[in-house]
């Protein structure tokens, strides 16, 4: 059936050939565009390195780029003096040449048309391409108000287009990565010290005893500085704890591997709170001094014993108390990690809160080998006039619901943009920046139908990824190696900055985000906002100010400044005022209690595969970074697919082989548009299956990673929402296994 907006898929094919196509030969299968000229060895000696950090991942490692006198990159490697990396770059970070050199980028601006009946997208020029958005953006703004416009935005570039969306009377953002990511962990640790965990996370791993991973794959999940640390600490045999239903590479590492029964985590933790209260060995001096409301939670887990847990999880009592021993043996010097992507069951939050918890009664929080105090350098802002006042917001259309939301929750967001939903503050057009949506989202249904509802979307990104077929407008952004962005000033054990430069021209006709958002504004009239020609005016303002300057951090490329907040760690028997509501840490949440939500952490019972399903779950790979990086060359060439883990009892009871391709089909009938192959394994339990997330694109653009495997986000149609922050909870959902060609791939 034909729709207002079809999805296109940007291909050499029809009326968009000119806008991306490039003449490209084959090379042991893999295409290497022409423009890549001369590759011969080359010294560090005979070439120029420029400081960058990555934009591959979060943790956005500082670097050097290397480009040689033809202006080729050759290399990035790590900057010895971030914290972030200590010099060392991770597969992702080495591989970030790839971004740069991939033949399949966007080339051109895109404008959406119907040629003979047929939605197709034309190359068009980039006045042409910023004329139509502005005045699309002029459009909504007179009609609805500029409210109703919303950017979905991830990385660096959305700095930049949140700067144009406040500037033009919107504050509708929204960063996937909180209600699909991090945000319960945000709301369950403010709730119990007051502190957001933020990113890179203040785990003090390099000094711990003893560390506890709940849901956490480090190594897979490439968090490097993590990483790293947690070698060293595997080498001088601290104890490690691993829950994960999976023999994760750090489960197989550790000393301890709990195969724990998916969805029962919080029960596990609970008994864990209970043996360390009713055994009494929490740090009590700890306890008594920082902490208030240890006697309810005394009552509160009195009876949920090990035994209650093992009922439960399958993890034998034995187990759950040995385990708690060897955490409270190396008290305060132990982490029960906060982990990352935390969003599962919908009780997220509160599942969250039992880590902190469980912290607390360790008294590892502020101490050495625990949680140590972060401290971040403020970056000066860049004047500019004050931003217009939005008559409301994304928080406004929630009618009080998830009140710990801090972020707009993009789910929202898309449903705003819904008539049919009736909010009373629709959402009539986006710009989506850095963000896959369409993979992204939990609910691809909700996605489509709000992409349908919408009047305008204009999508700013590197790649033809999925996101892109949906745009009336697609602005080709330069990839990390080739503009100018804001100064990273992540918190850690010591202020720092770090400084991202262009080591090479913008290939194509791509431009950074910086310039796209200054072009835009200025067609809008607000010009003012943007006072300056190029960002490396603003970049050297701002470091001046800070005591440096942009010609010096070309040469350093990053900085370290003297912590002003005071010692990394709390002496013993320090006072300390936590930022909570009673000014201690809240084993007792006053502020959960105030807004009608469980003051502690109660298990709820999840629902539980049908006979023939079994619980999908999902995961990283150190290589790749989500979905964004599956047709990089240098990173496809170490994983090119994915693959489903099927436990040996479940293969043989389905006569399946490692190898064999198979599809998935979900509780709700949702069948995998590319099969998968199977890998048998005893690494899985027999009620669940694995697979890395990031995979099945039916893109053809991207000539690497069209078809290969399957699609985990396509399969996720239950959505648990987290009531107190709108938490998109993803592992509800089950599948089964097709062994015959179902057709879905003839669709593609």
Not at 144 to 161: I, K, M, R, V
Not at 306 to 331: C, D, Q, V
Not at 727 to 748: L, S
Request: hydrophobic letters at 35%; charged letters at 25%; proline letters at 6%.
């Amino acid at each position: 059936m034909k729709t207002r907006r079809e999805f296109i898929k940007i291909s050499a094919v029809g009326a968009g050939a000119a806008a991306i196509g490039l003449s490209t030969i084959n090379i042991a299968g893999l295409k290497l565009a022409n423009a890549a000229n001369d590759q011969t060895a080359v010294s560090d000696e005979e070439m120029t390195s420029f400081p960058t950090y990555c934009e591959v991942c979060f943790w956005k490692c500082a670097g050097w780029t290397y480009v040689d006198k033809h202006k080729n990159i050759r290399k990035i490697i790590g900057n010895k003096e971030d914290p972030h990396c200590n010099g060392r770059l991770c597969p992702r970070g080495t591989g970030g040449v790839g971004m740069y050199t991939d033949e399949d980028r966007l080339k051109t601006p895109l404008i959406r048309e119907t040629v003979n009946g047929e939605q197709v997208f034309r190359k068009a020029s980039w006045k042409e391409a910023l004329n139509l958005v502005a005045s699309k953006m002029k459009d909504v703004a007179d009609k609805y108000g500029p409210e109703s416009f919303a950017l979905f935005n991830h990385g660096a570039p959305g700095e930049h287009f949140k700067h144009l969306l406040h500037a033009y009377g919107s504050e509708n953002e929204g960063e996937p990565a909180w209600a699909q990511c991090r945000g319960p962990r945000e709301v369950g640790f403010s709730a119990t010290f007051g502190s957001w965990i933020g990113s890179p996370e203040p785990t003090d791993i390099r000094d711990t005893n003893c560390l506890v991973l709940i849901g956490s794959h480090i190594g897979e999940n490439m968090h490097n500085g993590q990483v790293q640390e947690v070698a060293d600490i595997i080498g001088r045999n601290a104890t490690i704890i691993t829950v994960d239903p999976r023999l994760s590479t750090v489960a197989s590492k550790s000393k301890y591997w709990l195969p724990i029964k998916p969805a029962t985590d919080l029960a596990l933790l609970l008994s864990w709170i209970h043996v360390l209260i009713f055994e009494g060995l929490y740090n009590k001096d700890y306890v008594e001094q920082y902490t208030m409301g240890f006697e309810q939670l005394k009552e509160h887990v009195k009876d949920m014993t090990p035994e209650w847990a093992y009922g439960i999880t399958t993890i034998e009592p034995s187990i759950i108390r040995k385990t708690a021993r060897e955490m409270a043996n190396a008290a305060p010097a132990v982490i029960v990690h906060p982990g990352r992507h935390v969003v599962w069951y919908g009780d997220d939050s509160q599942r969250e809160r039992a880590i902190a918890i469980l912290n607390a009664l360790l008294g590892s929080w502020g101490k050495r080998g625990g949680f140590y105090f972060k401290e971040a350098i403020s970056v000066p802002k860049y004047p500019h006039p004050q931003y217009p006042h939005a008559e409301w917001s994304w928080k406004d259309n929630l009618d009080g619901k998830y009140p710990l939301s801090s972020m707009a929750i993009t789910t929202e967001l898309l449903a705003a943009s819904i008539p049919e939903f009736g909010y009373k503050h629709p959402i009539k057009a986006w710009m989506v920046a850095g963000t896959n949506l369409p993979l992204t989202i939990p609910n691809k249904e909700l996605f489509k139908t709000a992409a349908e509802a919408v009047e305008f979307i204009v999508v700013v990104d590197t790649m033809p990824m999925d996101i892109t077929g949906y745009a009336d407008v697609v602005l080709p952004e330069c990839t990390y190696l080739e503009r100018y962005d804001t100064i990273r000033a992540a918190p850690h054990r010591e202020p720092n900055i770090a400084l991202r430069m262009p080591a090479v021209e913008p290939k194509y006709e791509t431009k950074p985000s910086w310039w796209i958002a200054k072009q835009l504004g200025e067609r809008l009239g607000l010009g003012d906002f943007f006072d300056y020609d190029d960002f490396s005016e603003v970049l050297d303002w701002q470091l001046k100010k800070m005591g440096t300057s942009l010609d010096e951090m070309k040469k350093i490329g990053i900085k370290m400044f003297d912590r002003k907040s005071g010692p990394l760690y709390l002496a013993d028997g320090e006072e300390y005022h936590f930022n909570t509501n009673s000014g201690k840490i809240e084993l007792y949440s006053t502020e959960f209690a105030e807004l009608g939500f469980d003051p502690m952490p109660k298990f709820t019972k999840h629902p539980e595969p049908e006979d023939g399903f079994y619980r999908l779950i999902y995961g990283r790979a150190p290589m790749h970074t989500f979905s964004r990086t599956s047709n990089n060359h240098n990173l496809f060439d170490l994983m090119n697919e994915n693959s489903v883990w099927i436990n040996p009892k479940v293969a043989e009871l389905w006569d399946l082989k490692t190898g064999q391709k198979i599809w998935l089909q979900n509780q709700d009938g949702i069948v995998s548009t590319f099969p998968i192959k199977v890998r048998v394994t005893e690494r899985i339990r027999w009620d669940s299956v694995y697979m890395v997330h990031g995979f099945g694109h039916d893109n053809k653009k991207l000539t690497r990673t069209f078809g290969r495997g399957a699609s985990d986000t396509q399969l996720i149609t239950n959505v648990m929402v987290d009531p107190m922050m709108g938490g998109t909870g993803m592992r509800g959902n089950f599948v089964t296994f097709i062994t015959e060609n179902p057709g879905k791939e003839a669709e593609a």
